[in-house]
């Protein structure tokens, strides 16, 4: 039978944490008078996450896993979670607590009220030093670097109508950020606040290399900001150059000698506009490689087996 709520989330290498997740989430929903499915997408981890996640399910009936065929990252994951729900209401979140299994309710509440994106927004976050001061840059940044207006502050964490799930189901693009890709379907929104905790065992899955491209893909995605400064930049050279060519061209024919002959001048000019130049082609190959990702159109994951009967879903 179809269940009214989907829990779903990514797990990579997490046998240290999923049974407090599990337990967790089992708690929330028991005093929920709705049925209800978690859908657990293990992202190729080489512990025993999945083999703890089929125990657990001797236990609790309401758990179904999705087995990807290797690890495909934290966004594909997510998706292929997404795509496998069943419920009238899908909960995405992220599987080491930092997402906070108590908050569910408030998120149903809020569906429940009629709202259909509902958001949970992060007032504050546990994590310290130098990822803690990464995320908040981003964060500070990103705001301004995008075109399209993104709530600032959140994350994957969200409560998805179905009639939401299956308008993002239809976006077919592969480098995916889900904060943003949630915001452009629109609908009616709503935000419940958290404060983000530190994850319940275990250490970060996503490498900084990852967390990095992701960034990048945040800002790639929703905005060509980059490229007009780009532009804006070039453009600034060009004037200003001309502007001096000019210069020294009157200098000239009032009979003053050129005032610069320095060697070391024409060093830095040359070397610093080809550094330049260098990072323009740099931007616009990360835009180009993009297009190439999404023109071969290779599956954004791919499962290798579920434990949902009649697996129809779409990626
Ligand atoms: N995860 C995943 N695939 C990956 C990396 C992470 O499915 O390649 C899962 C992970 O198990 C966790 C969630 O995604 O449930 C968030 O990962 P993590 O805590 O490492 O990311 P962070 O919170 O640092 O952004
Ligand atoms: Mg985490």
New binding site residues.
């Given amino acids: 039978m179809k269940p009214t709520i989907s829990i779903v989330?990514?797990?990579?290498n997490?046998e240290q944490g999923i049974e407090v997740f599990i337990q967790a989430v089992a708690k929330e929903m028991s005093e929920q008078q709705l049925s209800w499915e978690l859908v657990l997408v293990n992202?190729g981890s080489s512990d025993a996450t999945l083999e703890m996640i089929r125990d657990e399910r001797t236990r609790h009936p309401e758990i179904e896993w999705v087995d990807l065929s290797r690890?495909f990252?934290?966004q594909a994951?997510v998706t292929a979670a997404i795509a496998h729900a069943r419920g009238d209401a899908v909960v995405v979140m992220?599987?080491?607590m930092?997402d906070p299994p108590a908050l569910i309710p408030q998120l149903i509440a809020s569906w429940q009220a009629g709202n259909q994106v509902v958001f949970a927004r992060r007032i504050d976050r546990a994590e310290k030093g130098l990822r803690r001061c990464g995320f908040e840059l981003f964060h500070k940044l990103f705001r301004y670097t995008i075109d399209f207006p993104i709530p600032p502050d959140i994350g994957v964490f969200c409560l998805l109508d179905r009639a939401a799930v299956d308008e993002l189901m239809k976006l077919p693009e592969r480098n995916r950020f889900l904060p943003g890709l949630y915001s452009w379907i629109g609908f009616q929104r709503a935000f419940v606040d958290y404060s983000r905790d530190d994850?319940a065992a275990g250490t970060?899955?996503?490498t900084f290399k990852r967390?990095l491209k992701y960034a990048i893909d945040g800002v790639l995605s929703f905005s060509y900001k980059p490229i007009r400064l780009l532009g804006g930049i070039g453009l600034c050279t060009a004037l200003a150059s001309f502007a001096l060519a000019l210069y020294f061209f009157c200098k000239r024919l009032l009979g003053y000698e050129s005032a610069f002959t320095g060697f070391t001048t024409l060093v830095i000019l040359v070397s610093g506009l080809g550094g330049l130049i260098l990072c323009a082609i740099a931007l616009v190959g990360e835009y180009v490689a993009r297009i190439y990702d999404e023109v071969k159109m290779r599956p954004g994951f791919i499962v290798k087996s579920t434990s949902i009967d009649n697996d129809q879903s779409r990626h």
């Fill in positions: 989330a990514p797990v990579y997490e992202d690890n990252g934290h994951a992220d599987a080491d930092q994850r970060p899955k996503q967390l």
